[in-house]
């Protein structure tokens, strides 16, 4: 197909504003999707993704629209994630893309992930198309979000467009606005193929499948590519799109969008972000650049994935490693620890992209792991040497060895109604945050943008937020800077031994307070023995609590009726003794509740 009758969109949204509703309209609409194989979040192909009601991945479908003109255009829809944590997902999907429908609900109009993604359309030069989802809705405020739109944004809502996904009102007047509004891909005068790509999976059977968009050529079954960043060279097996479902094609014109496969099973040789061309034309002047990548993104979180059972490493290694190629976001290192054997120390870009990795890892490949608490990236000074990045708490060297530590601060911007002004800046405040803005926009509408450390929102910022507000706060978030802070590394005890996965970076204020609760959750959370167990939580040298959990005991005088009392004290004094001999030699078994808690940890106890 010609390059003049083809769009490619993105649907941008905060999450749960009908992003992926409106994508399964307008499949419907354009009769990719039949009514025997409709079904609801069509695009959402994971079974996380359906329970949560989130979109995670990126996904792609070709629709063929009848335009009004009587020509029949070609339109790549690229669905994205809504939730601050996948962010990355919709900036890739943005680089494939020409223009994006900026999807807001009416009823709950402009909350913190809108602007978060729309600036990030804007930032990408791209046509943005308003559309009010669920106008139908008694509670739809349209002109009341048309003005917190103008406020908030800056974008003209006199022609935003009146949706609602759900009953197929207005879905046709959104794909006439996409042909008219959105420009087809602008094509160079090179004839060597440039393509990027912007997504790629494993296949058992078909091995790596590449997800690309044709910048410059075509791309033919049977041709030899190249990617450029790894240098590795292969045959295009076989070419696709999704419409929604994989269809097979010989070609793949400039502008389009669409999968190759070529046996690839060596993982690395492929990176998201690489650009593909024809091997014979590599060494072309047109076409040795290479397309302009992703913004490698840093990891926020850090976290250590250990198998349950040892012999699954391995099996934990292959998994990490085909996950990683699905998504690029994560990064991931060996890591020993005393307690918990060989495992990963994995970086994510938030708490819920930490869940959601994890929760794959256990489902699509069968494994049973155990995490240790989140924690960030410390920049720690010592009193000799350079200063270096502390991700892990049990590489942080004793006190007298460290001149000072910084952490890291995010600006957080808050979207709520009034009614729940106060007890957020609460809650800000609480976490030793400092207030950098409060504006009024349209209506009931309230935006609070605080500073924060990165350490104090991980942990359970988010779900006391929507506690506090009853679910109608929304929460984006982005770096700002590090900054001089007085930290303390946190230690768990068991029997005076540490242990080193229970281990945790906090600030020296909240150090009582936090071991405390620590060493009563243990006490509840750990089985008892046959002989006394110590939980202790200290810093330094210096205990700040402690629990003793009881051991079993079984009632050796039972048998003694009668008799002199020294039969009696015989036997409990050999009791005694055999109980102190397996306290030297027995090892406390500690459940995974044991680390699940301390993400639990907080402190408006």
């Known amino acids: 197909m010609s390059e003049v009758l083809i769009r490619n969109f993105s649907i941008i949204a905060h999450i749960d504003h009908g992003k992926s509703t409106l994508a399964d309209a307008l499949m419907q609409v354009t ?42 255009y070609q339109l790549n829809l690229i669905d994205t994630p809504g939730h601050v944590d996948f962010a990355y997902e919709v900036s890739r999907s943005l680089k494939a893309c020409e223009g994006v429908i900026l999807v807001v609900d009416a009823a709950q109009g402009v909350e913190a992930q809108t602007l978060a993604n729309v600036y990030m359309a804007i930032e990408h030069n791209l046509e943005i198309i308003v559309a009010l989802n669920k106008v139908d809705l008694p509670a739809a405020d349209v002109e009341g979000v048309k003005s917190q739109i103008e406020e908030a944004i800056g974008l003209d809502t006199s022609d935003a467009l009146l949706v609602s996904a759900k009953n197929l009102i207005g879905i046709e007047e959104v794909l006439e606005r996409i042909v008219i509004k959105i420009p087809p891909p602008k094509i160079s005068s090179l004839q060597a193929l440039r393509a990027l790509v912007f997504d790629s999976w494993f296949d058992i059977y078909q091995g790596v499948i590449v997800l690309c968009r044709l910048v410059d050529g075509n791309l033919k079954k049977g041709d030899r590519i190249l990617f450029m960043n790894t240098n590795q060279e292969y045959e295009v097996l076989k070419l696709g799109f999704f419409s929604p479902f994989p269809k097979d094609t010989l070609q793949l014109n400039p502008g389009e969008v669409g999968f190759l496969t070529c046996g690839i099973k060596t993982i690395k040789d492929v990176q998201v972000g690489d650009t593909v061309t024809h091997k014979q034309s590599a060494n072309l002047d047109q076409a040795k650049k290479s397309l302009d990548g992703f913004k490698q993104v840093k990891p926020m979180v850090f976290s250590g994935l250990f198998p349950v059972e040892a012999p699954d490493y391995e099996e934990l290694k292959v998994a990490l490693e085909k996950l990683s190629l699905n998504d690029s976001s994560f990064t991931y290192e060996v890591e020993n620890s005393g307690a918990l054997g060989f495992g990963f120390r994995c970086g994510f870009l938030g708490l819920l992209h930490m869940e959601i990795v994890r929760e794959r890892l256990e ?243």
Not at 37 to 48: A, R, T, W
């Open 363 to 605: 489902r699509e490949f069968n494994l049973s792991l155990i995490s240790t608490a989140p924690s960030v990236v410390y920049k720690l000074y010592p009193t000799k040497g350079e200063a270096f990045e502390l991700e892990n708490p049990a590489d942080m060297p004793d006190t007298s060895k460290i001149e000072y530590m910084e952490e890291p601060f995010v600006k957080v911007s808050i979207h709520t109604p009034a009614d729940f002004v106060g007890t957020i800046l609460k809650l800000c405040e609480r976490k030793r945050g400092t207030q950098i803005n409060m504006e009024y926009i349209a209506g009931n509408r309230v935006v609070i943008d605080y500073k924060l450390p990165l350490n104090e929102m991980i942990l359970d910022f988010y779900d006391q937020l929507k506690s506090l507000s009853k679910g109608y706060a929304s929460l984006e978030y982005e770096f700002l800077e590090y900054e001089q802070a007085e930290l303390v590394k946190l230690d768990i005890l068991l029997n005076n031994e540490s242990v080193d996965a229970l281990s945790a970076i906090v600030h020296k204020s909240q150090a009582d307070t936090k071991g405390r609760f620590l060493a009563k959750k243990l006490k509840e959370l750990i089985p008892r023995q046959q002989y006394q167990i110590a939980i202790q939580a200290a810093v330094g040298a210096k205990i700040l609590a402690r629990e003793s959990l009881g051991a079993l005991r079984k009632d050796v005088t039972a048998k003694c009726y009668g008799g002199d009392i020294s039969r009696k004290r015989k036997l409990l004094e050999k009791q005694k003794a055999g109980k102190k001999r397996m306290k030297q030699v027995g090892k406390v078994s500690v459940p995974q509740e044991a680390f699940l808690a301390i993400l639990k940890t907080t402190d408006n106890k």
């Open 31 to 72: 009769g990719a999707v039949s009514d025997r194989n409709k079904k609801e979040q069509f695009l959402d192909q994971m079974d996380i993704e359906r329970e949560r009601g989130i979109t995670i991945k990126a996904q792609t479908v070709r629709l063929n629209h009848k335009a009004k003109d009587g020509k029949t």
